[in-house]
């Protein structure tokens, strides 16, 4: 299996513009969560599906995060519009019921 | 109090040495307690799980300590490779599936 996978790896894009992020999770995992990793708030948990459904998204920061989960294999993250404070990485994970999480390689997120 | 509370470090140990990471966590009703290890500009992976025996995996031994809230992981014989950041991770209650949260991670770096 390839792992988690996410894309772009690295996206620079300026104040205002609409931003996605993509992530495949592991196949047969039912969970997926995205994270926002920072040096000042470390690790933080934006959102999380089970099932393709929502379950928490108290994570989320504000009405300019969306995230959807269309089908098993697939799921996004996008912000609109970005701004500077969101810079940050963003991860996603996926796990099978409450077993280990496995994270994708993140993506490097610059809004100048 | 934050949810999950470490000592960032960095702790800064020679080859060969033993050295201790602690962890404390605000919510009593976690059941599910990890150690992630995440290496610079990596995602983060899970190093080992912790039980309420407490746990070995050859030079890596992780206790939990549930009255105090608290979880510790003990490193012996310390290699270059452990160099790294260590979070500490607990899940947010006690129902089967929800999210994990992260502590901002203890540094730590071992020269020769």
């Known amino acids: 299996d390839a792992g988690v996978i996410q894309s772009p790896r690295h996206e620079v894009t300026e104040m205002g513009q609409e931003v996605t992020l993509r992530c495949k999770p592991i196949?047969?995992?039912?969970?997926l969560f995205w994270y926002r990793q920072t040096m000042m708030r470390g690790l933080e948990l934006l959102i999380y599906?089970?099932?393709?459904?929502?379950?928490?998204d108290s994570g989320m920061p504000e009405d300019r995060f969306s995230a959807k989960m269309p089908n098993a294999s697939f799921s996004t993250l996008k912000i609109q519009p970005s701004e500077p404070r969101d810079s940050a990485v963003y991860f996603c994970?996926?796990?099978?019921?409450?077993?280990?999480?496995?994270f994708g390689p993140g993506t490097r997120l610059t809004v100048l | 109090r934050k949810e999950v509370e470490q000592d960032p470090g960095p702790f800064n140990v020679p080859e060969g040495a033993t050295v201790a990471f602690n962890c404390t966590y605000s919510?009593?009703?976690?059941?599910?307690f990890f150690w992630y290890r995440q290496d610079c500009r990596k995602e983060p992976k899970l190093l080992m799980s912790?039980?309420?025996s407490g746990n070995e995996d050859g030079r890596f031994t992780a206790q939990l300590n549930r009255a105090s809230q608290y979880i510790s992981l003990l490193i012996r014989d310390s290699k270059l490779s452990d160099s790294a950041t260590y979070l500490c991770?607990?899940?947010?209650?006690?129902?089967?599936?929800?999210?994990?949260?992260f502590g901002k991670g203890t540094t730590l770096s071992v020269s020769s």
């Open positions: 991770v607990v899940n947010q209650g006690n129902q089967a599936g929800t999210a994990l949260i």
């Open positions: 994970a996926s796990s099978w019921l409450r077993a280990e999480q496995f």
């Open positions: 599906f089970n099932n393709n459904v929502p379950i928490d």
């Open positions: 912790v039980y309420s």
């Open positions: 196949s047969g995992h039912d969970y």
């Open positions: 919510n009593s009703a976690s059941q599910s």
